[in-house]
């Protein structure tokens, strides 16, 4: 994802199925795919990885660290693309991200492709400067589509003017289709109207700051 040139978000993951190892029903979507234990590691590597147990029997092991399950993007007859949020190093200045990790693929490595966390963003020099924000959905949440992740993303330009763009991506089979649009695609209307319809769901987003 590469709407504009600036940083990620740096933020509190938002938990939305899993706190403190164990899984909150109330919160978790509904799917098959629920997870039933998160094994936190010591050490952002594989052989001491974070690891999501599913009731399938299934594991998802990761490189990241401080590692939040959000949910899942599913369609029949394929394996679903995990929606995880968490960051590939300790105790350094790297925002935490949002992931799309389909478990076929192996493990989720440090150089997997990260995606902004919602929220708010101010500048790392002058944090009450606000110069971007990102709003993050999945879901069924465009019609005629598929499941997919989508943000809104506005970031501000060196001369102090605003830019938009729209990123998604759309789950086919195992893969995931990207779509980029700067000034322009789906209306971020029409996907409120997804969530106000229950097939829909937004990520609360954090204040955050750039990284240095």
Not at 1 to 17: D, T, W
Not at 25 to 35: K, R
Not at 112 to 136: M, Q
Not at 138 to 165: H, M, N, T, Y
């Amino acid at each position: 994802m590469s709407l504009r040139p600036r940083n990620f978000l740096v933020a509190i993951p938002f938990a939305a199925a899993l706190v403190g190892g164990t899984p909150q029903a109330s919160s978790a979507p509904e799917s098959p795919w629920l997870p039933v234990r998160l094994d936190h590691g010591h050490e952002a590597d594989v052989s001491a990885s974070n690891v999501i147990r599913f009731g399938t029997k299934a594991v998802v092991r990761t490189q990241l660290v401080e590692l939040e399950y959000i949910g899942v993007l599913e369609e029949k007859d394929a394996t679903p693309h995990f929606i995880l949020a968490g960051r590939d190093c300790i105790e350094c200045d790297m925002s935490t991200s949002i992931y799309l990790h389909n478990p076929d693929d192996g493990d989720l490595l440090r150089i997997h492709p990260r995606h902004n966390y919602p929220g708010a963003l101010s500048d790392y020099l002058n944090p009450k400067s606000v110069v971007e924000e990102t709003r993050f959905f999945f879901g069924r949440c465009l019609p005629d589509r598929r499941p997919l992740a989508i943000w809104f993303v506005k970031w501000q330009l060196e001369d102090g003017k605003w830019k938009s763009g729209v990123f998604f991506a759309e789950k086919r089979g195992s893969k995931l289709e990207e779509h980029t649009f700067q000034d322009g695609g789906p209306s971020l209307a029409v996907v409120e109207a997804q969530v106000a319809a229950g097939s829909c769901r937004e990520v609360p987003g954090k204040a955050g700051h750039t990284e240095p």
